[in-house]
């Protein structure tokens, strides 16, 4: 019978002493990770509402409040991903494919 166990420099991978350090420094998000999350958050921050509307319906029959807050989370995030697409399209593709 084999245990299966955790390996110790792995739990504590984010120390400069452990042999992994190299490999905890390459797992930062890159510049163009971060700026991909920044131009993407108003549509993340608009999901999470949608997602927090949704939920407060869970456990009762929504009221004509609850479906308002929902329509206009709906309405934001559609709109969000409206605007990411344009700001996409804005932004010029490597290879000059036009």
């Known amino acids: ?3 299966i166990v955790t390996v110790q420099s792995i739990v504590t991978a984010s120390d400069d002493w452990t042999p992994f350090a190299d490999f905890v420094d390459s797992m ?3 510049d163009a990770e971060l700026d991909a999350i920044e131009l993407e958050s108003p549509l993340i921050l608009a ?4 997602l927090d509307a949704q939920i407060i319906t869970l456990d009762r029959t929504p009221n004509e409040v609850d479906a ?5 989370a709906r309405n934001r995030v559609l709109a969000a991903r409206v605007a990411l697409v344009n700001r996409r399209a804005g932004t010029s593709l490597p290879g000059g494919a036009a």
């Open 47 to 50: 999901e999470v509402d949608l």
């Open 28 to 30: 930062e998000p890159t």
């Open 68 to 72: 308002r807050r929902i329509r206009r």
């Open 1 to 3: 019978m084999e245990h």
